[in-house]
């Protein structure tokens, strides 16, 4: 599980996945 984190970490993957679900709580209208 860690190697896989460390490489989607290295290819900017996690960055996207995190990126995404910042998006649709900001959808959602729903404070931080």
Known sequence: MH???RV???DGTW???LDEIV???DSL???E
């Open 23 to 25: 998006v649709k709580d």
């Open 29 to 31: 209208g729903e404070p």
């Open 8 to 10: 989607w970490t290295a």
């Open 3 to 5: 190697e896989r984190l």
């Open 15 to 17: 960055q996207r996945i």
